[in-house]
């Protein structure tokens, strides 16, 4: 008989912390935000033949879809006063990072387009978890 380490015999469950199961909610909770703003930018632009419009509404639709599932789904918290303000602040904070990043880095650095959005993106991702976490986790929102 084949004698397995320990270490090697942990269970899935084992692996998987609460923190590491609420960051995995997080990002797919990011995929289906990502995917509702961008059929919204989609169908507003197409009704508008805006697209400046469009892209500021439907990252106000992503911007509603991401409280809720954030909220209810990867943080697990009930509704309370004053979370939904800190939760615009950061995520205009979060968009200016990521739109300041993506600037510094294409106009500036030369880095090429798509890729320095990736970077901007992700610094994105940090900003709004870490934001989100002491928004929807904090005892008493003011």
Do not use: W
């Not at 084992?14 to 995995?24: R, S």
């Not at 990252?59 to 303000?85: E, T, W």
């Amino acid at each position: 008989m084949v004698n397995i380490p320990k270490a090697a015999n942990k269970k899935l469950s084992d692996v998987m912390t609460p923190e590491l199961k609420q960051k995995i909610r997080f990002a797919l909770v990011g995929v289906v935000n990502t995917v509702t703003a961008y059929i919204a930018f989609i169908v507003i632009n197409q009704l508008t033949q805006q697209y400046i419009l469009a892209s500021v509404l439907s990252y106000f639709i992503g911007m509603m879809v991401s409280y809720v599932l954030n909220r209810s789904f990867v943080f697990k918290q009930p509704k309370r006063a004053g979370q939904f303000l800190p939760f615009c602040v950061v995520n205009l904070t979060s968009l200016a990072c990521s739109t300041g990043i993506l600037y510094l880095l294409v106009d500036h650095l030369g880095v090429y387009v798509y890729l320095a959005q990736i970077f901007a993106v992700s610094a994105s991702m940090v900003i709004n978890y870490l934001g989100y976490r002491t928004i929807f986790t904090r005892e008493v929102c003011q």
